[in-house]
C-alpha cells in the first residue's frame, strides 16, 4: 500500500530540515559517539548511532510500521533462541540503514563500506560504535572483514548485512552476495529476513529532495542454518534470497533471468 503524496510544504520542510541534519547532526553525532565510547558501563556510542537513526527519520518526516512474523516481537524473536542474529535486508537507501538502527534490539552493528568511514567526525563515529569496513573495491581485505565480524558475533553482537552490497532500483534486487551467509554459517547464527518497503523514494540518490513517507518493515520468519550439508546451504541462501524479496515485494535477480 503507498503512503499518500506529501503536500508541497511538507515536502519543502523535510528538504531542509533532513538535508541540514544529514550534514551537520551527522558530524555531531559522529563526534558525540566517538567521545561516548571512552564512558564505561552501557555501549554508549551504540547509544548515540540509535539517536542519530531517530533523529534523521524525525527531521526527514519518516514514521516506521513495523510487521512481524507470528505476530509480534516476542513470538518473532523467541525463535532465535536468545542468540546473535545476522539481519538481511534489501537496501533501496542511506533511510534503510536509519530504520534498522533505529529499531534493532541493541548490541547490534551494521557492515558498512569503508568509504564512510573516511568521513570527518561522521566516520569517527561509525569507527567508535564498532561498524564493520567493508572494502567493495579490494576483496583482499575480506579476510580482514570477515574476522571483524565474526569476532562481534561470538561476543553476542548482532549484525546487519545487505547482501546486494550496493543500492538497487527497479522491481527486482540485486544478486546476493554470499559475505553475509558465510558469516552466519562459521559463527552458527540464524538469519533474520527482512523486507524493507518505501525507503527508496524518500531521497533519491543524488537529489537533495526529501519525501516524507511511511517506511514499512517486514520481518520474516528466522532461519537457521546450523546442521546444512553443502548442498542444503546452496539452498539456503536461495531461500533467504526469495524470502527478503517476498517481503521487500521485489522480484530477485534469478527470477529474473528466469
Known amino acids: 500500500m503507498s503512503s499518500p503524496r506529501p503536500a508541497a510544504w511538507a515536502l519543502a520542510v523535510a528538504s531542509v530540515t533532513g538535508n541540514l541534519y544529514l550534514v551537520f547532526g551527522s558530524v555531531l553525532m559522529g563526534v558525540a559517539a566517538a567521545a561516548a565510547s571512552c564512558l564505561p558501563g552501557r555501549d554508549w556510542a551504540g547509544v548515540v548511532a540509535r539517536l542519530w537513526a531517530r533523529g534523521l527519520l524525525l527531521t526527514s518526516g519518516v514514521r516506521l510500521r513495523l510487521h512481524y512474523a507470528g505476530g509480534d516481537l516476542a513470538a518473532w524473536r523467541a525463535a532465535a533462541e536468545g542468540r ?154 536461495v531461500d533467504v534470497e526469495r524470502c527478503v524479496g517476498r517481503l521487500a515485494n521485489l522480484g530477485t535477480a534469478g527470477e529474473g533471468n528466469g
Open 84 to 237: 546473535p542474529l545476522v539481519y538481511m535486508a534489501n537496501h533501496r537507501s542511506l533511510y534503510d540503514v536509519a530504520a534498522l538502527l533505529a529499531i534493532l534490539e541493541s548490541p547490534v552493528r551494521f557492515l558498512t563500506k569503508r568509504s564512510l568511514f573516511r568521513l570527518p567526525g561522521f566516520g569517527w563515529g561509525l569507527k567508535a560504535a564498532g561498524f564493520v569496513p567493508v572494502d567493495r573495491d579490494d576483496r583482499s581485505r575480506a579476510v580482514e572483514t570477515f574476522a571483524v565480524a565474526g569476532k562481534l558475533l561470538a561476543s553476542g553482537v548482532s549484525l546487519v548485512v545487505f547482501p546486494e552490497e550496493t543500492r538497487s532500483s527497479g522491481p527486482r534486487m540485486k544478486p546476493f552476495r554470499r559475505g553475509g551467509f558465510l558469516l552466519a554459517l562459521k559463527g552458527r547464527a540464524p538469519v533474520a529476513p527482512i523486507g524493507i518497503r518505501g525507503a527508496g523514494r524518500i531521497r533519491r540518490k543524488g537529489a537533495l529532495a526529501v519525501r516524507p513517507a511511511t517506511v514499512e518493515l517486514f520481518f520474516g520468519e528466522v532461519m537457521d542454518p546450523i546442521g546444512l550439508g553443502v548442498r542444503g546451504r546452496r539452498t539456503f541462501m
